[in-house]
């Protein structure tokens, strides 16, 4: 298939605030206490990829708002109820499941980050949180770790979804949001 038969979706912030959000988290995961200075430099970075995305979310283009893909859970519970049955619409941009999955994986990586903050406050008098003293640092690390270990649980329904969409839909999501274009809707 050649580029004139398919259209521009996912734009160029968009696709590297992903990509850079996969690599942010995977340092992020495996590091922590080891090599604690990587692990808090790539949580500063995965917290400003978040403040980005959250911004892009209002400033970028179609299908980078979240206007144009929010929902219902509702509706993304039917969706998901017709993903089973086969009988799931195509969407050009984000389906309804998927919008759900972005807000889940927002929020998520959002409290595992400032959660994050306040444990290195805590745990080594360092950071925005510094010196906020250590009475709470088991319950800042607990919820840390709970988040962080969640968002994993996410990426992974993430990835199934995404493979699964791809199957039924005969195309590789992937490859789209690596180079940004997708088959249009009327194919």
Request: aromatic fraction near 14%.
């Amino acid at each position: 298939m050649n580029s004139q038969e398919l259209c521009k979706v996912w734009d160029l912030p968009l696709r590297i605030f992903h990509w850079l959000l996969v690599i942010g988290f995977l340092i992020c995961y495996v590091t922590e206490d080891e090599l604690l200075a990587v692990h808090v430099w790539s949580g500063y970075g995965v917290f400003g990829l978040l403040c980005f995305r959250l911004l892009w979310g209002f400033l970028g283009s179609k299908y980078a708002r979240f206007s144009s893909f929010l929902c219902k859970p509702t509706t993304a519970i039917r969706y998901l109820q017709d993903l089973r049955h086969k009988t799931a619409t195509r969407y050009l941009g984000h389906n309804p499941a998927g919008a759900m999955m972005i807000v889940f994986l927002l929020i998520s990586l959002l409290i595992t980050t400032l959660t994050g903050v306040a444990v290195y406050g805590a745990d080594q008098n360092a950071g925005p949180l510094a010196g906020i003293g250590s009475a709470n640092e088991a319950l800042w690390e607990d919820l840390h770790e709970l988040f962080a270990n969640f968002t994993v649980a996410l990426v992974i329904f993430h990835i199934i979804g995404v493979i699964v969409e791809s199957y039924l839909h005969g195309e590789n999501l992937v490859k789209s949001m690596w180079s940004g274009y997708k088959k249009p809707s009327d194919q």
